[in-house]
């Protein structure tokens, strides 16, 4: 956050807080030990939800403006409220594992006194979070490829349904890349397995390089994957499909990986079509697939060249 504020305020959360069971005075118009506090932040495992709740459950004896939290271990940044002029900041851990960084703002400077309050508020956070991060690493790793890091299979069903749902709500249009590795079993009969998995991860790496951030990259099974992203026109998907080929054609760590052995991929375009269902789209994409396969390999084919 790039704001410039009079005041930062940064703290560390006070050791042996976590069993205190004083009630927090004015907190959601009532007392609320940190116990009862973390009963009320337990109803949702969705970290932002949590923080959230806290942030208004506090209101009342801790009156802020907004807040923000980061852990960038897990990719997860939240903001509500209003930036403000003065803020406190804490890095939040239970039993030595990070919870990333708390900052509350407000326009009024904190006095201790106000701090001390907060701290005894803070524990009530600190175990509902932690609950819901594991969930989320929890649901992250369910939707992660361990190979090669990228998002797998599951992720992608799930992803696609949502952006064919905002391409129903007049979202942008999206296209599907479906990748297939030429001649992958190949190199994994001649050279090995452990080589085959080198290829995968540098296949992966290049493919991360030669797309968009907004793009997502997937990795579907075997030697396939998938790319799914949002375009202006069919025509920009085919520029982006054209773009990732020669990427991988000529990235010097894929072919390294594989001495002796020129690694390709044959891609599959489909566009998205009103009220499709993921299964069509990747299914349009895949026959395109393996339209290129059937006409030499190492090249794009749309869907209406199937």
């Known amino acids: 956050m ?43 495992l969705d970290p932002t939800a949590v923080l959230g709740r806290f942030s208004r459950v506090i209101q009342i004896a801790f009156p802020h403006d907004g807040f923000s939290y980061d852990l960038p ?37 904190f006095r201790e006194q106000d701090l001390k309050q907060l701290e005894t508020m803070l524990p009530g956070l600190v175990y509902p979070l932690r609950n819901a991060l594991l969930y ?35 979202g942008e249009p999206v296209a599907l890349l479906a990748l297939d590795l030429d ?14 998995d080198r290829v995968l991860k540098a296949v992966t790496g290049c493919l991360v390089e030669a797309t968009r951030a907004s793009d997502m990259v997937f990795r579907s099974g075997g030697e396939e994957f998938v790319v799914l992203m949002r375009v202006a026109s069919p025509a920009d998907a085919v520029r982006a499909a054209e773009r990732v080929r020669m990427a991988l054609e000529r990235c010097a760590a894929v072919q390294d990986a594989a ?48």
């Open 73 to 109: 271990g897990l990719r997860l940044h939240v903001s509500q409220g209003r930036v403000s002029r003065h803020s406190c900041t804490y890095n939040l851990s239970l039993k030595g594992e990070d919870l990333g960084e708390l900052r509350l703002m407000r326009g009024r400077k």
């Open 136 to 170: 989320r690493q929890a649901v992250e790793a369910s939707r992660t490829d361990p190979l090669t890091g990228v998002q797998n299979r599951t992720a992608l069903e799930h992803l696609l349904t949502r952006e064919l749902a905002s391409f129903e709500r007049g």
């Open 259 to 306: 001495p002796g052995h020129q690694v390709t991929a044959s891609i599959g375009l489909a566009m998205a079509r009103r009220r499709d269902s993921a299964v069509e789209l990747f299914d349009r994409a895949d026959k395109a697939m393996y339209a290129a396969k059937r006409s030499g390999r190492n090249r794009v084919e749309t869907e209406a060249s199937v």
């Open 2 to 44: 790039n704001q410039t504020f009079s005041e930062s305020i940064r703290r560390s959360l006070p050791a042996g807080l976590a069993g205190q069971d004083q009630p927090l005075p004015g907190a959601s118009g009532a007392s609320l030990t940190p116990a009862e506090l973390a009963w009320e932040l337990q109803t949702t």
């Open 183 to 196: 001649h992958f079993k190949h190199v994994n009969d001649t050279l090995g397995h452990s080589v085959g």
